[in-house]
């Protein structure tokens, strides 16, 4: 991918250097050129954050706003919120092809996808909290502003994902560079939960039975609570909008993206990237394991509130629960960047999904106790960190693997990412369609402040046997993943010969 100064300014500074110590004095440069600042790290790790932001704001209140606010039909709302999600499953490949052959611009390949795609982004996220005057089109507002956006977040995280590749070509930094970001992704989905739930004061008690004196007195309080509920809507997605912006500036302010050695995208046609990412057997491994793993953790996260609420019956205590396992997460983070660094990435892999195995078991095993709620929450935080940081630690290894033995083919880091976003999207789908199914065949009545004893023993199951068998199912496929502590260090000396073998290439071609 690179047609390009970076080379060329590099070959020059070493026809500066004796022939007799060019081995001694172009080790430095080159280490020092690969290392990165904690600022850029920082400010790669911002980037993550409009993702998560957004994501969170839009998974906990979207159907709570169509349906109490937009007042839709639920019917016509699940047809909103599904069509969003496959179509957002689909424009992560479509996307991970189209930046796979785009061309090297002075501000890098991936940064012009991000910087363009934000204001659009942002335009229709704001648009998506907006209730249009009229009743007739609603639906298709909805489903034309959320797919829209959908299709701008994926320009902006898809290329955001694989500039993972292009921040440095040392493992170590890029993965010192994942836990940094993989801190903030977590903060972020602590912050546009809090940022969504305290301006729209959106946590309700179960109603109580209302009084004759004031059922006349009804109906206008009601208008007048859904026009400030309204404004409230309004007023958050402009402050997450504000925030998404900052983000993408400090994004394209605080990263330059590195050129590889003069070697040039090879051109593909779409059917032929997707034979080349799916027909690579680590990267299957990898990503059919991780699809295990996440579906089950948001089989847990997605019924979690719902579990504490109705089989647990801590409903005032579930918004701070949730928050512990948030935070929980976000501790933990640098012990796992410290952990498979210190013992590999594998061994992190079974030492930290298995962890809130054990604490899953438990909480359905005893009576309900709220002390033990907030300690099995802690441990699940744990385990949600691990589940977030090691599958975007592991890919660029994949990558890394898939340049040694594909040295001619180069330009298509997009791919892979992108294809691992379609899977977990994929995986999220699935959980949503799976919970939503077995508790209303359960017989799950909304809003309604009890429900059916099988309602509370199919959220029983749904998060803790189900996750832990998807855990061991997932963990199975994982053992099978080929790309050890051994073969990653053996992967980065090779490319590491390569890369110093295309810049000697760039030297003698300038000199001539």
Same mark, same amino acid.
């Given at each position: 991918m690179a047609r390009g100064e970076g080379p060329e300014q590099y070959a020059a500074s070493l026809l500066s250097v004796k022939p007799i110590n060019t081995e001694i004095k &172009?080790?430095?440069?080159?280490?020092? *050129?690969? *290392?990165?600042?904690?600022?850029?790290?920082l400010c790669y790790a911002i980037g993550g954050a409009p993702y998560q932001i957004t994501g969170s704001a839009l998974g906990f209140f979207l159907q709570i706003f169509l349906l109490d606010v937009a007042q839709l039909?639920?019917?016509? @709302?699940?047809?909103?919120?599904? =069509?969003?999600?496959?179509?957002?499953?689909? &424009?992560?490949?479509?996307?991970?092809?189209?930046?796979?052959?785009?061309?090297?611009?002075?501000i890098g390949r991936m940064m012009p996808w991000i910087l363009f795609s934000t204001p659009f982004a942002m335009l229709t996220y704001f648009l998506i909290w907006y209730v249009?005057?009229?009743?007739?089109? #609603?639906?298709?507002?909805?489903l034309i502003f959320y797919c829209l956006f959908q299709s701008m977040q994926t320009c902006f995280h898809v290329p955001y994902? %694989?500039?993972t590749m292009f921040i440095s070509n040392d493992q170590k930094e890029r993965?010192? @560079?994942?836990?940094? *970001?993989?801190?903030?992704?977590?903060?972020? +989905?602590?912050?546009?939960? @809090?940022?969504?739930?305290?301006i729209v004061g959106g946590d309700t008690n179960c109603p109580t039975e209302p009084d004759e004196h004031d059922s006349r007195n009804s109906t206008s309080t009601s208008i007048v609570s859904l026009n400030e509920t309204k404004q409230a809507y309004l007023i958050s997605s402009g402050v997450i909008c504000i925030i998404y912006i900052f983000c993408a500036t400090v994004l394209f302010l605080g990263v330059k993206e590195k050129k590889e050695s003069g070697r040039k995208v090879s051109q593909l046609t779409f059917c032929q990237g997707l034979w080349l990412v799916m027909g690579y057997g680590p990267y299957i491994k990898l990503v059919i394991g991780f699809l295990f793993t996440s579906l089950a953790f948001m089989l847990l996260e997605g019924n979690f509130a719902l579990f504490i609420t109705y089989a647990l019956?801590? *409903?005032?205590?579930?918004?701070?629960?949730?928050?512990?396992?948030?935070?929980?997460? &976000?501790? &933990?983070?640098?012990?796992?960047?410290?952990?498979?660094?210190?013992?590999?990435?594998?061994?992190?892999?079974?030492?930290?999904? +298995?962890? %809130?195995?054990?604490f899953m078991i438990l909480i359905v095993c005893i009576k309900s106790n709220l002390i033990i709620s907030y300690l099995v929450s802690v441990a699940a935080g744990v385990s949600v960190a691990a589940a977030f940081l090691l599958p975007w630690s592991m890919l660029p290894d994949v990558v890394d693997d898939f340049k040694v033995k594909n040295p001619d083919i180069h330009g298509h880091e997009a791919l892979f990412y992108s294809y691992y976003v379609f899977f977990i999207k994929f995986a999220s789908g699935v959980s949503l369609g799976v919970s939503t199914l077995s508790l209303k065949f359960a017989g799950y009545v909304t809003g309604s402040c009890s429900q059916p004893e099988a309602v509370s023993l199919t959220? #029983?199951?749904?998060?803790?046997?189900?996750?832990?068998?998807?855990?061991?199912?997932?963990?199975?496929?994982?053992? +099978?993943?080929?790309?050890? !502590? !051994?073969?990653?260090?053996?992967?980065?000396?090779?490319?590491?010969?390569?890369?110093?073998?295309?810049?000697?290439?760039? =030297?003698?071609?300038?000199?001539?």
């Open positions: &172009t080790a430095k440069p080159n280490d020092q *050129r690969n *290392r990165l600042s904690v600022w850029n790290k039909d639920p019917f016509h @709302a699940s047809i909103i919120l599904f =069509v969003g999600r496959a179509w957002d499953a689909v &424009t992560d490949p479509t996307v991970g092809f189209l930046v796979s052959r785009s061309r090297w611009t002075r249009p005057p009229f009743e007739q089109g #609603k639906v298709v507002w909805y994902s %694989a500039l993965d010192s @560079a994942t836990a940094y *970001r993989m801190m903030v992704e977590v903060l972020g +989905t602590v912050l546009g939960t @809090a940022i969504q739930g305290q019956g801590h *409903r005032k205590d579930y918004q701070n629960i949730l928050l512990v396992i948030m935070l929980s997460g &976000t501790v &933990t983070i640098p012990f796992w960047q410290w952990f498979l660094s210190r013992f590999g990435k594998k061994k992190a892999v079974y030492f930290g999904i +298995t962890w %809130a195995v054990p959220l #029983k199951v749904l998060v803790s046997p189900v996750p832990v068998a998807l855990i061991a199912v997932g963990l199975l496929i994982l053992w +099978t993943y080929p790309i050890d !502590e !051994e073969r990653r260090q053996g992967n980065r000396k090779l490319l590491q010969e390569m890369l110093d073998s295309d810049s000697e290439t760039s =030297v003698l071609g300038s000199s001539v």
